[in-house]
């Protein structure tokens, strides 16, 4: 079990930029599969991306590619993800989510993070 806290949420016009970080506690960070999760007022949590431990291997929702980018420091155990031409749809509550097993990861399963806020006004 590891435990998650992220950062770097906050207001941001439509078109902007906000990139959110997931510090990870645990000294076997590298061998664990992370990703991100979002939940917008009145619907379900949806995946967003996820990276791989072994190869590095990224998975992202339709609604973000080519916007969004996934990326892990393994020397700093940290994961983040790069919001780019963010779009007032994309406002909801962003979880960092850790699982050894990648494709369990890729279905909400494992360790969560208590969540950051990103508001993208129109």
């Known amino acids: 079990q590891v435990q998650l806290v992220e950062s770097g949420g906050g207001l941001v016009q439509a078109g902007g930029s906000l990139r959110l970080s997931c510090a990870v506690s645990g000294r076997t960070f590298s061998s664990y599969a992370m990703g991100w999760f979002r939940q917008a007022p009145g619907k379900e949590r949806e995946f967003v991306a996820a990276i791989n431990w072994s190869d590095g291997t990224t998975d992202y929702a339709d609604s973000v590619k080519g916007r969004f980018t996934i990326f892990r420091d393994n020397a700093k155990n940290t994961v983040a993800l790069q919001m780019n031409s963010l779009k007032p749809e994309d406002t909801a509550i962003y979880y960092c989510?850790?699982?050894?097993?990648?494709?369990?990861?890729?279905?909400?399963?494992?360790?969560w993070g208590q969540g950051t806020q990103v508001t993208v006004s129109s």
């Open positions: 989510i850790a699982h050894k097993a990648y494709n369990f990861l890729l279905i909400g399963g494992g360790d």
